[in-house]
């Protein structure tokens, strides 16, 4: 006899969602987002099945999901949940025979046919009846069903009256408690719930030398400080970012410290790349990643500007580069932390072309214990200046267990503090950097300009990869200025922020983006005179006064996120057809039931992405994916201009690159209609 294990339940229930591609992980998601559970449920033989999802919160809480077929004929079953409490919630879904649903088929045809009438209504009768018995339905419930039993049965009635009964509206107390004798229980799976923070962000990027730096007398530059550049805060609340990154604010190198551009010519004065970390402290020792530049202030200095971000409502990111420059204390005390060449100099950090010979790698092989030791010292040190969230640079060159064991340690106290990786490399290391454990990714987004590039990253990053991955769409950074920005123009920043604003619910801007800053170095895709290696100060006010800025679109985008939260969800993007293949058309819908007012929330967004024309074309909707029947009508106001128009299932748009180049259309819902 074989003593083989038999998995298959007597319901098969398979392929079950969400998951990761490999087992070692578990999916995750965050505070508020709907969640959609799938899995295969069927039997053999055409007796109908159905699926219950049963999901228990971290509280203890119980909840159960009558699960519904997505498709006919393809046994995929779905049902989608608000997650909406934070830490590790249980799942499993059910199988089982769906005795009523058979009868009520079975019914509809044989009856209408005239065929087994009789035997169809003592069938049903005699389903209800168990149901009766069954204790745990409420008694009035029972009431119920016992009056349905008894016209199935009676004489007297006709056959069109006892019809009816098979489609009585009381039969879906079954949707909610099913009957059946057959039942198998999946597996159990677990998902992580973190802070909303971990997968809804509005970002911006600057640097604080350069807020408030000034070129002295002697035209040597003066750095700006934590104090010159708190007065910035108001303008980055003002356009309604919630985060800002900095990158490193720690003593910068002197040994090969890098000129403009780059070069390896400093002038007096020139402050060097903040990524080469360690340098001179006033005290003549030198400080490293636990220090502040003493240029920028103290460390007194760094709270007061973190508690001044918190009080506007922004949470301070701050950059984690596990790299020094030559100058680093840990060159001279951790020896064995870099990689020795064989003329005996340390090898310097190369990305081809470019090379940073004010930067050495840091090689985790040799004293694997004493560098994590000495990471997480330095991580907790900047949680304890209110530092919560931690953009780390360059994680794909570094090994992936460090990170799982790094992020897995922090967040095993400090389940809050989010992890950004910014990792624009193979889709492997990226996806495995998200599954053992950062809460958001860097991702292609920069370089996907056209309709058919955005639709393809859109639908991955938002369908194939959500349930582990979440993207954040900056539109620049200071090594990223990408030629679709370079020479699209002011059209360009604004599709380029309209998508990233409205397609998922991470998003960033470096500074400069808002000024259209798009002349590069020459033949590279980077800025000209790059903010990395010199003070850049920038004028915002009188910009926005001659009209030179996108500043106030931006608040505008911010605004209209906060307002919408169908925006905040990342895997309810939904792609529609238009007649020109420079012209995408996405929506973003929110079922009532997830919603603050519990009213449909709809979103959708239009953009020409040829920034260079005007485009007039028809753009057709499928209506059910916003929850609208087909051929509806239905009216829609674009949210930047307030102008309203009738829509239905096809609709003209025409969208001038030069003037109005996107639309962020709201469905307006009537109430109770």
């Given amino acids: ?57 971290p509280s203890g809480a119980e909840r159960r999901e009558r699960m519904v077929l997505t498709a006919p004929g393809t046994d995929r079953w779905e049902a989608s949940v608000r997650l909406d409490e934070v830490g590790e919630w249980r799942w499993h879904v ?38 009766v018995a069954e204790r745990s339905r409420p008694a009035a419930v029972r009431r119920r069903l016992t009056a349905i039993t008894a016209q199935l049965r009676d004489p007297e009635a006709s056959v069109a009256e006892r019809r009816a009964l098979v489609d009585h509206p009381a039969l879906a107390e079954f949707e909610v408690r099913p009957l059946a004798l057959l039942a198998s229980d999946s597996e159990e799976h677990t998902i992580l719930v973190e802070r909303r923070r971990a997968g809804v962000g509005s970002w911006y990027e600057f640097f604080p030398r350069s807020e408030g730096a000034r070129r002295q007398r002697n035209g ?29 604010i720690h003593p910068i190198g002197v040994t090969n410290r890098k000129g403009p551009n780059n070069t390896l010519d400093p002038a007096p004065g020139d402050p060097g790349s903040p990524w080469a970390i360690g340098g001179p402290l006033p005290d003549g020792t030198t400080g490293g990643h636990d220090a502040v530049h003493p240029d920028l202030g103290t460390l007194a200095d760094f709270r007061a500007f973190v508690r001044r971000a918190n009080a506007l409502g922004i949470e301070v990111a701050l950059d984690l580069a596990l790299q020094a420059s030559p100058d680093h204390p840990w060159v001279a005390e951790h020896p064995e932390w870099f990689t020795v060449l064989p003329d005996g100099s340390i090898r310097f950090a190369e990305n ?24 997480e010292r330095i991580i907790r040190h900047w949680m304890k200046q209110g530092v919560r969230i931690f953009r780390v640079d360059n ?71 959500a349930d582990f991955m979440r993207p954040n769409l900056f539109v620049n950074t200071p090594d990223i200025l990408t030629e679709y920005l370079q020479f699209g123009g002011p059209a360009a920043f604004t599709v380029r922020a309209t998508i990233a604003a409205t397609a998922a619910p991470n998003w960033g801007v470096y500074s400069g983006f808002e000024l259209f800053e798009s002349v590069a170095r020459p033949g590279a895709e980077e800025a000209i005179d790059n903010e ?57 819908h929110l079922e009532g039931r997830f919603t603050p007012d519990g009213r449909d929330d709809t979103i959708i967004v239009i953009a020409n992405v040829d920034p260079h024309s005007v485009r007039e074309t028809t753009v057709h909707l499928d209506l059910e994916t916003i929850g609208l029947t087909p051929g509806a009508r239905f009216t829609v106001e674009d949210l930047v201009t307030g102008h309203r128009w009738e829509w239905g299932d096809a609709n003209y748009v025409r969208l001038d690159a030069f003037t109005r180049p996107a639309h962020i259309l709201h469905v307006v819902r009537v109430p109770n209609v």
């Fill in 1 to 57: 006899m074989s003593t083989r294990t038999v998995r298959a339940g007597r319901i098969p229930v398979t392929r079950l969602s969400p998951a990761v591609p490999d087992p070692h992980w578990h999916p995750k998601a965050f505070d508020g987002e709907v969640v959609p559970f799938r899995a295969n449920v069927f039997r053999e033989g055409h007796d109908q099945v159905g699926a219950m999802l049963v999901i228990t919160a």
């Fill in 94 to 131: 059910t199988g089982f025979d769906d005795e009523i649903g058979t009868w009520r088929h079975d019914a509809a045809l044989k009856i209408d046919a005239g065929v087994d009438v009789e035997l169809m209504f003592e069938i049903g009768a005699r389903l209800l009846d168990r149901a």
């Fill in 220 to 248: 040597v530059w003066k750095s700006g400080t934590f104090r010159t550049a708190v007065k910035r805060l108001d303008g980055v609340a003002a356009m309604g970012f919630d985060v800002l990154y900095l990158p490193p």
């Fill in 352 to 375: 081809p072309p470019k090379k940073y010979q004010d930067i050495y790698p840091v090689n985790f092989d040799l004293d694997p214990e004493g560098i994590f030791t000495e990471v």
């Fill in 395 to 465: 994680p794909h060159t570094k090994p992936l267990a460090f990170w799982e064991r790094i992020i897995g340690a922090i967040n095993a106290t400090d389940p809050d503090v989010v992890f950004l990786a910014e990792a624009f490399t193979r889709p492997s290391m990226m996806q495995a950097l998200a599954m053992v454990g950062f809460q958001q990714s860097y991702s292609y987004f920069t370089w996907r300009n056209t309709k058919e590039e955005l639709e393809e990253f859109l639908t991955s990053v938002s369908q194939e990869t």
């Fill in 532 to 588: 990395k290696f010199e003070y850049k100060p920038r004028d915002f006010a009188a910009a926005e006064a001659e009209g030179r800025s996108l500043g106030l679109y931006l608040g505008i985008l911010n605004g209209i996120r906060s307002a919408h939260p169908a925006l905040g969800q990342l895997r309810n993007i939904r792609f529609h057809a238009s007649d020109d293949d420079a012209v995408l058309v996405y929506s973003k």
